[in-house]
């Protein structure tokens, strides 16, 4: 069935440092593809997504590109800040049904 | 920005109680959504409902579970008798659709059920 698998955590930078958080994909089709976050205490948010290849997603300085032919949406940030410290979260959605299928979440901790 | 809202944050009940999770979709969202994360597992779908019924259901949505929206504003998940296994975050989504989901889901702040 359609997964998602992301690099396990936690991820550990200094302050300012680039970012990648790894995804990779298995579909049967052409998902829909997201990053959510989840800061300490607070519900799940839409960081970014791409509906189709070579689309790039982009927010708060996050940006990732769907990858077909490496079926990835890696995210990155080149300058990352301890404002960024929470849970990340790859998911993907086939148009037949709109669920989201989850990668676990990659915890990120950024120190000053 | 509207919200998603959930309430209670965090329920404690005993083995074999039925709990209410509630929530509070935004108000002109028709699509709407309950999944769960058993603490350090993945989020696992449970249910969507549309139009005043049960969209699709995953295999963990049995006999147990069921969602209402009885007053066209709150959403419910109700677990009938709750089993340890149940304990997780709930979390409650809801989405408008208007373009084909390019908005995303909106998501609630979880409810963390604890059974004991």
């Known amino acids: 069935g359609d997964s998602v698998t992301q690099m396990e955590g936690p991820v550990t930078l200094s302050e300012e440092a680039c970012l990648t958080i790894?995804?990779?994909?298995?579909?049967?089709?052409?998902?829909?593809l997201f990053w959510y976050v989840q800061y300490p205490g607070e519900g799940l948010q839409l960081l970014l997504k791409a509906t189709k290849a070579d689309d790039k997603g982009s927010n708060k300085g996050f940006e990732a590109t769907y990858r077909k032919e490496t079926t990835s949406f890696h995210l990155e940030k080149g300058s990352v800040q301890v404002s960024d410290s929470a849970v990340y979260f790859c998911?993907?959605?086939?148009?037949?049904?709109?669920?989201?299928?989850w990668g676990a979440g990659t915890k990120l901790i950024i120190k000053p | 920005e509207p919200e998603v809202t959930q309430t209670p944050s965090h329920q404690v009940t005993q083995m074999g109680q039925e709990v209410i999770l509630r929530c509070v979709p935004i108000?002109?969202?028709?699509?709407f959504y309950w999944y769960r994360q058993i603490l350090g597992q993945k989020v696992e779908f449970l249910v969507s409902f549309y139009n005043n019924e049960i969209s699709e259901k995953s295999e963990i949505f049995d006999d147990q579970f069921s969602v209402e929206r009885p007053d066209g504003s709150n959403f419910t998940l109700k677990i009938r008798s709750t089993k340890l296994e149940d304990s997780a975050m709930y979390f409650c989504?809801?989405?408008?659709?208007?373009?084909?989901?390019?908005?995303?889901?909106?998501f609630g702040s979880g409810t963390r059920l604890t059974v004991v």
């Open positions: 998911a993907l959605t086939m148009d037949s049904n709109y669920q989201l299928i």
């Open positions: 790894n995804c990779t994909y298995t579909a049967t089709g052409y998902p829909s």
């Open positions: 989504a809801s989405e408008g659709r208007l373009d084909s989901l390019l908005a995303g889901y909106t």
């Open positions: 108000s002109n969202h028709l699509y």
